[in-house]
């Protein structure tokens, strides 16, 4: 599935909770408990993003396709549905994919109307961060080829 793909996805799942402020905010929440448990090893100050209110961890790794693969957590139960709505939209894509897609699906949903703008520009800095990783990792699956 592509990341325009994935994105839709996402929007069709929110158009479901006709905007109503508490079942969004719910479904975030839900949404932060379903993504996988990042390593303790990982939750360290090397994978802090910086420019979140709250804590979030990322890191990224490549499978042997050369896809971005990433893992997070936050120690907010909203923060950590929004990383992971970011985790489901750009895991297992190229870094050249990553590089390339402005990232649409905050504003398809009116993202900015729930989560103020303190999350939002924390959210801005989670997608920066995984571009950088991507970054990185395309770098070094061209040094390594």
């Not at 975030?28 to 804590?55: F, T």
């Not at 499978?63 to 990433?70: H, R």
């Not at 907010?76 to 994919?97: C, D, H, I, N, Y």
């Amino acid at each position: 599935m592509s990341i325009a793909e994935k994105e839709q996805e996402i929007v069709e799942e929110f158009s479901m909770l006709d905007g109503d402020m508490e079942m969004t905010i719910n479904y975030i929440m839900e949404l932060g408990e379903r993504l996988p448990e990042m390593p303790a090893d990982k939750k360290n100050d090397d994978h802090i993003v910086k420019g979140c209110q709250s804590k979030v961890w990322l890191a990224a790794t490549a499978n042997e396709a050369g896809q971005v693969i990433f893992q997070a957590d936050s120690n907010t139960a909203v923060t950590k549905g929004l990383v992971s709505l970011l985790v489901r939209v750009l895991s297992e894509e190229a870094p050249e994919a990553i590089l390339n897609t402005e990232i649409t699906f905050p504003q398809q949903i009116g993202m900015n109307r729930f989560i103020g703008t303190q999350r939002s520009n924390g959210f801005g800095a989670m997608i920066k961060q995984m571009k950088l990783y991507a970054l990185a990792l395309s770098s070094k699956t061209q040094t390594d080829a």
